[in-house]
Structures are given as C-alpha cells and as structure tokens.
C-alpha cells in the first residue's frame, strides 16, 4: 500500500498549486513590470516603466525588470548569467537587455533574458485610435474593458464613451432581420441565436461563443447600452414644415453628395432640379409695384367710373322715351 501523505506533504502540493495557477492566470496589462508607472530621477515625470527616460533620455538609478519586476539581484539565486561578486547587485550590474517592445530593461538573470521576449505583453501594442506603439509616446498601453484593443492613455476614454456602438442603423442580425442576441464588440455587429454558431463546431458549455467574423468573444446585447448608427443628413432626416423643405429645395448636388439623380419629393428636391413653386408668378407681379404710379391709377378708375355711370343714365332715358310713345298710342 501506499505510504499515507503527511500534513506538510498536502500543505506543499496545494501550495504548489496555487503558485502555478497564479502564474497562469490573465493579469490585467496595468499589473505587468514592464507597464508600470515609473517617476524620472533627473526630471520628476511620471511615465511608463523604461529603459532610458522618454523626456530627458537618462537612465535611472535603480532600474526595475520588465519581466520579474525586481529591482535588486541576489546572489543566492544562481541564475544570473553574469556571475557577480558581492551578495547583490544593483543598477546597471544588473541589466541584462533592453526589450524591443516594451522598452524596458531586463535583467541577467537567465529566466528573464531567454523568455521576456517571446512572452512581452506588448508585442504589436499600438493605439487603436491615433496608431502609436510605445517608442512614440511615453506613456501606458492599456486595452479596452469592452472591445480588447490597446490604447494609449490620451485616446482611452474617448474610445470607450464610443466602443458600446454598432456599425448598423439597428439591432438585426448580420445574415437574417432576426433580433440579434449577440454582439460582436470588435467587428461591431449582431448575431442571433442561429448564426453565432458555425456548422460542424462544437462549443463548451457555459462559455461564451466567438465571433464568427474575427474569433472575438460575443457579449449579450442587454448586457450591454449598445447604441445604433444615426445619420444627420441622409434618408432619415425630415424636414418639419414646409417652408423649410423650400428653403432646402434648390440645394445643389454638390452639398448632398453627387451629379446623379436626386431623390425628390413634395414640391422639394435633393440634386440638380430646381424647386419650382406656383407662387413664383405672383412673387414676378409684385416685384413690378411701384409706389409713384398709384395717383395715375387712381384717376383711371375715376374715369372708368364717370363713363360707366353716363351710358347707365342715357339708358334710363331712352327707356322712359319709348315708353311714353307706347301710352300716347295705345290712348
């Protein structure tokens, strides 16, 4: 039979295990050696953790690891690549190398030099928005809470007030008008329940599906405020009253895009017609007016009245003539 473990012999494996998931678990990019805050000894500013100093260009007094972050090599470790006498070494005596990507010292010893540049954080960490990597600004990368981009700290809070954003005018599926349950906050699009899966793949339970565009992690749409694409100016606009369609009515094709045709409607259009309007010819009657003339009119229809007034009066008389003729004749 086998032998019972001991209490020390249980104690040391779980703490072994521990360790080992410790070392394995995702830490956020802010808590990596080679990412943190670092202040100038020479200029007293505040920067990422590098090399030579991005304003000033001098080298620290106590540099820091990218890799193990320590700031102080032992002796007693036995895994310095440079042996070094003494029971520690400090500044320079412990560099080893400078890291491409992040731009941070590493230290000699063997674990750090051999396997820093295979597993940097950093590798291809630029800016989603302005496209910067780490020797062009000094300060952190970080990622999206919601998307997983790196960012840099000038452009983060701008991207993630727009992150939460769909590059559509609704919320309906990519492949079908089914409401989309899943979104994609990478690629910015909807899947329903259908077309999130692809055929022949087998999915975990419990996890979250990917992306079938880019591999991303989907998120639930109610989990999230997600928000459509408006237009301000496009199919979508209305004008309120009329009198502001025949105000926008004679806007050139060049202002909504395009010598094609444009898209009419009421008596207003969006190209190269013209806003024609019953109106215009009594606009044209009205510009003629003018003020001096008035007198003259106003004794033209005196005379027009004088003349209608006579005919009515000698008409009157002839009447009463022949009627006069008629009773003598008849007596």
Same mark, same amino acid.
């Given at each position: 039979?086998?032998?019972?473990?001991?209490?020390?012999?249980?104690?040391? /494996?779980?703490?072994?295990?521990?360790?080992?998931?410790?070392?394995?678990?995702?830490?956020?990019?802010?808590?990596?050696?080679?990412?943190?805050?670092?202040?100038?000894?020479? +200029?007293?500013?505040?920067?990422?953790?590098?090399?030579?100093?991005?304003?000033?260009?001098?080298?620290?007094?106590?540099?820091?690891?990218?890799?193990?972050?320590?700031?102080?090599?032992?002796?007693?470790?036995?895994? +310095?690549?440079?042996?070094?006498?003494?029971?520690?070494?400090?500044?320079?005596?412990?560099?080893?190398?400078?890291?491409?990507?992040?731009?941070?010292?590493?230290?000699?010893?063997?674990?750090?030099?051999?396997?820093?540049?295979?597993?940097?954080?950093?590798?291809?960490?630029?800016?989603?928005?302005?496209?910067?990597?780490?020797?062009?600004?000094?300060?952190?990368?970080?990622?999206?809470?919601?998307?997983?981009?790196?960012?840099?700290?000038?452009?983060?809070?701008?991207?993630?007030?727009?992150?939460?954003?769909?590059?559509? /005018?609704?919320?309906?599926?990519?492949?079908? %008008?089914?409401?989309?349950?899943?979104?994609?906050?990478?690629?910015?699009?909807?899947?329903?329940?259908?077309?999130?899966?692809?055929?022949?793949?087998?999915?975990?339970?419990?996890?979250?599906?990917?992306?079938?565009?880019?591999?991303?992690?989907?998120?639930?749409?109610?989990?999230?405020?997600?928000?459509?694409? $408006?237009?301000?100016?496009?199919?979508?606009?209305?004008?309120?009253?009329?009198?502001?369609?025949?105000?926008?009515?004679?806007?050139?094709?060049? $202002?909504?895009?395009?010598?094609?045709?444009?898209?009419?409607?009421?008596?207003?259009?969006?190209?190269?017609?013209? %806003?024609?309007?019953?109106?215009?010819?009594?606009?044209?009657?009205?510009?003629?007016?003018?003020?001096?003339?008035?007198? /003259?009119?106003?004794?033209?229809?005196?005379?027009?009245?004088?003349? /209608?007034?006579?005919?009515?009066?000698?008409?009157?008389?002839?009447?009463?003539?022949?009627?006069?003729?008629?009773?003598?004749?008849?007596?």
């Amino acid at each position: 039979m086998p032998k019972r473990k001991t209490g020390a012999r249980k104690k040391a /494996e779980k703490q072994r295990e521990r360790q080992k998931d410790i070392r394995n678990q995702e830490r956020p990019l802010t808590k990596y050696p080679c990412n943190e805050m670092m202040e100038c000894d020479s +200029c007293k500013r505040r920067q990422k953790n590098r090399a030579f100093c991005y304003f000033c260009q001098s080298v620290q007094r106590l540099p820091m690891c990218g890799h193990c972050g320590k700031t102080k090599c032992m002796m007693k470790s036995g895994d +310095c690549i440079i042996k070094h006498g003494g029971q520690y070494a400090t500044g320079m005596a412990m560099v080893g190398a400078v890291c491409d990507f992040c731009e941070a010292w590493v230290c000699h010893g063997r674990k750090c030099v051999t396997t820093h540049a295979c597993t940097c954080p950093l590798i291809d960490a630029d800016c989603l928005e302005c496209q910067r990597g780490v020797w062009d600004h000094g300060g952190r990368i970080l990622k999206c809470s919601f998307c997983n981009s790196f960012l840099c700290e000038d452009d983060q809070f701008e991207h993630q007030a727009s992150c939460q954003k769909l590059e559509a /005018e609704n919320y309906k599926c990519l492949s079908c %008008n089914r409401l989309g349950q899943f979104s994609c906050l990478r690629c910015k699009v909807c899947y329903c329940d259908d077309h999130v899966r692809r055929k022949g793949v087998k999915y975990n339970k419990g996890q979250a599906f990917p992306c079938p565009k880019c591999g991303h992690e989907t998120k639930e749409t109610k989990d999230y405020s997600m928000s459509t694409r $408006t237009y301000d100016f496009g199919r979508q606009t209305k004008f309120e009253s009329d009198m502001n369609a025949s105000r926008w009515g004679n806007v050139d094709a060049n $202002t909504y895009g395009g010598g094609g045709g444009g898209a009419s409607g009421g008596d207003f259009s969006y190209g190269n017609y013209t %806003n024609y309007n019953d109106d215009d010819d009594d606009d044209d009657d009205d510009s003629d007016y003018d003020p001096d003339n008035d007198e /003259e009119d106003d004794d033209d229809e005196y005379d027009e009245d004088e003349q /209608e007034s006579d005919s009515n009066s000698k008409a009157t008389e002839n009447n009463l003539v022949e009627a006069a003729k008629k009773i003598s004749i008849s007596k």
